[in-house]
């Protein structure tokens, strides 16, 4: 019912930029928390960043200084501008929902994107 697409993961140079989007779908009335997870080769899934519906941002350290996370809440679409990028941010990145409210209830679980990979390498 709720789905999740994410969009714009490609190869880049380090040192590139890419922005990525995820939309979601479904018969939603609002989100409250959406964000980006990445995983990388033999590492844990880890958070890149998030925003609230009332705009408060979260960045993990890594990603702070280079990367933007925004939404836009009446589409249900979030999306990460990266700048700056290294090849230590190759991995699957995924989009995440959390909080989101179905015909006035609050489903009791995350969403997740299948993910798009972003691949730094000269």
């Known amino acids: 019912q709720v789905q999740l697409v994410e969009s714009g993961g490609g190869l880049v140079q380090p040192g590139g930029s890419l922005r990525l989007s995820c939309a979601a779908s479904g018969r939603i009335l609002s989100i409250n928390t959406m964000g980006w997870y990445r995983q990388a080769p033999g590492k844990a899934r880890e958070l890149v960043a998030d925003i609230t519906s009332g705009g408060r941002t979260n960045y993990a350290g890594s990603a702070k200084g280079r990367f933007t996370i925004s939404r836009d809440s009446a589409k249900n679409t979030v999306f990460l501008q990266m700048n700056s990028l290294k090849p230590e941010d190759t991995a699957v990145y995924y989009c995440?929902?959390?909080?989101?409210?179905?015909?006035?209830?609050?489903?009791?679980?995350?969403?997740w994107g299948k993910g798009t990979l972003v691949t730094v390498s000269s």
């Open positions: 995440n929902a959390d909080g989101v409210l179905v015909a006035g209830a609050v489903v009791p679980i995350s969403y």
